[in-house]
Structure formats: C-alpha cells, structure tokens
C-alpha cells in the first residue's frame, strides 16, 4: 500500500526557508487520481491544510499562506516537496504530507507519520 | 477561529454512545461538500476514519458512523471502548476559500 515519508531539518531559524520533502513509495506521484498535499499541526492545536499539487505541476495554497509557500512535484524521484519562506516561531508544528483523494469533495489517505520543525533561533 | 466548528471535548463511558458535531455554512457543508472523519490517537498521524459524509474505508469497525444534514455533520461512536479515546476532526472544502477546511477537533474521553 502506499506510504508516505516526510524529511528534513527540525530546526530553522527565524526568518529563514523551511524546506521539506515527502517520499511516496507504493505509489506514483504521476498518478491522476490524486493530489499530494501538505497539512500541519501546532503543538496541542488543530490542522491547517497548506496547499496541494497535482501530477502536472498545478498547485492550490491557504489565501493566507500563499504568499510565502512553493509546493513542487519531482515525478522522477517519486517525492514532492514544501518551501515556506520568512518562517516565525508561528509556523512551528508537525507538518504533514498526504495523498488527497480525488472524488468530488477529496479527503486525505493516507498520511506521513509527521515530522517536527522548530523555528527558532 | 476554524472554519468549521466542533465542541472541544466530548466524554463517556465504555459501552455508550457519543456523537460529535461539526458545524459549517453555506460556503462549505451547506454548499454541498462532502464531510470527512480523521481519528487521532495520541503521538500519531491522523488516519482517515469516515469519507464521503457516510462512509467508512476497509477496517474501520461500524461502531463508526457518519451523517450529514444542512450545513452539520456529525461523527457517532456507538459502544464506546477504551481504544477510541483520542482527538477527532472534521475535513470539508470550502468554496469561498478554494480549499480544504478542517474543524478545530474534539478530544474524546472514555470515562
């Protein structure tokens, strides 16, 4: 079955880029039925859906992230990724990748295990 | 502030039956979009739990229930064991905002 893998560093500084990347593997990111999605988590708080990417490179953000995000597909490595720029210690969270199901209103499955970014200094 | 609105904490006894609300507008559930169940158990991923407002994927015991009506939802748990106790969230999509809405979650405890 298909399983997700999120990477990268845990820490980041103020100010600076988050960049993360999910790996799919029992699946294809060219597939298309499905969007590839990113979904975060503060500690103790709800989810906030980030944005998507379909396999032709067309993307969808949150209105109030959409200036600071790049969601990017690399079909030959089977990944997609996540960039956030000018990054505060609000955007602190677990951050998930998901596959978003493609069938009138999408819902996610399955989901990575999350990993941990921490912005500070 | 969630776009969609659920109670914060919901609790009861091994055996009985909970039921959590998630309330939207007409943006959103009232607009026709479907509503999504995720389950939560502590330190893990969500994991999909009722899709398509009624719907529950292979593996999912039908103690676990969906319904839909206006512009609710609304997740019930019937025969409640010790397992199910974690945090609970509701996904719809939203028009206005052209994207994915989740509620804010409601933690279950089982008494």
């Known amino acids: 079955q298909v399983q997700l893998q999120e990477s990268g560093p845990g820490l980041v500084k103020p100010s600076q880029t988050l960049s993360l990347t999910c790996t799919v593997s029992?699946?294809?990111?060219?597939?298309?039925?499905?969007?590839w999605t990113w979904i975060r988590q503060p500690a103790g708080k709800g989810l906030e859906w980030i944005g998507r990417?379909?396999?032709?490179?067309?993307?969808n953000y949150n209105p109030s992230l959409k200036s600071r995000v790049t969601i990017s597909v690399d079909t030959s490595k089977n990944q997609f990724s996540l960039k956030l720029s000018s990054v505060t210690a609000a955007d602190t969270a677990v951050y998930y990748c998901?596959?978003?199901?493609?069938?009138?209103?999408?819902?996610?499955?399955?989901w990575g295990q999350g990993t941990l970014v921490t912005v500070s200094s | 502030q969630s776009v969609l609105t659920q109670p914060p904490s919901v609790s009861g006894a091994p055996g009985q039956r909970v039921t959590i609300s998630c309330t939207g507008s007409?943006?959103?559930?009232?607009?026709?979009?479907?509503v999504h169940w995720y389950q939560q158990l502590p330190g893990t991923a969500p994991k999909l739990l009722i899709y398509?407002?009624?719907n529950r994927p292979s593996g999912v015991p039908d103690r676990f229930s969906g319904s839909k009506s206006g512009t609710s939802a609304s997740l019930a748990i019937t025969g409640l064991q010790a397992e199910d106790e974690a945090d609970y969230y509701c996904?719809?999509?939203?028009?206005?905002?052209?994207?994915?809405?989740f509620g804010g979650g409601t933690k279950l405890t089982v008494l």
């Open positions: 998901a596959r978003e199901v493609v069938r009138g209103t999408n819902w996610f499955d399955p």
């Open positions: 398509g407002n009624t």
């Open positions: 996904q719809s999509y939203d028009i206005s905002l052209s994207g994915s809405v």
């Open positions: 990417i379909y396999t032709s490179g067309s993307t």
């Open positions: 029992g699946g294809s990111v060219s597939s298309g039925s499905y969007y």
């Open positions: 007409s943006s959103n559930i009232g607009a026709g979009c479907d």
